[in-house]
């Protein structure tokens, strides 16, 4: 995205210190993270030594949510981060003082302020270019796709814009004339974000906001199934 877009390419590696603090054994748990950090440090180093982009590695101990605010303008940044998983750096360890495993994956769009994309492990075809915009009556999203493709996020060949009856175009179709991609209409599931099912060669769904409620992993179910099961392509997420 970086080298397609022009975009300079910064790095974090973070550790959660919350999720120490909470620990029984904060000393042992530190020394796990940091060794899971260090291991992640230089798996970055190895994915981007064959590339032209040039990044900049951040490493810090803290608030995720304060060292990942956005200060820059809404599209000036896009944050990058995988569908699961948080700064623990999923290193097990007995949590007294809590009742639930770390997780502020899904709070990252609000504490942002701009565009977050969540990807997946598996790279998906290239032939999937299909782009879903679930709407859900925001005033942001068509600028939001608009700005995905002048930033060549993907390659898409079609938009499916997927709301309620009463819910007006808000510009998504002119948007898809705009950028030469077919554009169809499907009226929304009745789930908040779901989209239907069969949609070929889906690349990423754009939301408008993100779903509720802010849990990564709720009673065995990924988040990912609240939009569509064994959901595989990439999230745009921004709140308004």
């Known amino acids: 995205i970086a080298k397609r877009s022009g ?64 200060e820059t303008q809404p599209g000036q940044t896009l944050l990058v981060l995988p569908c699961q998983g948080w700064f623990h750096h999923q290193v097990e360890a007995r949590m007294d003082r809590t009742t639930w495993d770390p997780d502020g994956l899904l709070r990252l769009p609000s504490c942002h302020g701009g565009p977050v994309l969540f990807v997946g492990k598996t790279p998906l075809l290239d ?62 599931p009745d789930s908040v974000c779901g989209i239907p099912p069969g949609i070929v060669g889906l690349r990423a769904v754009v939301l408008g906001r993100t779903p509720r409620p802010l849990r990564t992993n709720w009673f065995g179910a990924p988040w990912l199934n609240r939009i569509a099961p064994d959901m595989a392509g990439e999230v745009l997420i921004m709140e308004g």
């Open 127 to 188: 032939t999937a270019r299909t782009l879903v915009v679930r709407d859900c009556g925001e005033d942001h999203l068509a600028p939001l796709v608009e700005w995905a493709l002048l930033n060549n996020l993907w390659e898409v060949t079609d938009i499916v814009h997927v709301a309620e009856k009463q819910i007006k175009d808000g510009g998504v179709a002119e948007v898809a004339d705009r950028f030469g991609c077919g554009y169809t209409r499907h009226a929304a």
């Open 7 to 70: 975009a300079s390419l910064s790095a974090y590696t973070i550790i959660d210190t919350h999720a120490i603090h909470a620990a029984a054994d904060q000393a042992r748990l530190r020394r796990l993270i940091r060794e899971r950090a260090s291991d992640a440090i230089s798996d970055l180093k190895s994915a981007t030594a064959g590339t032209d982009v040039a990044s900049i590695l951040h490493y810090d101990e803290g608030d995720p949510e304060a060292i990942l605010r956005c």
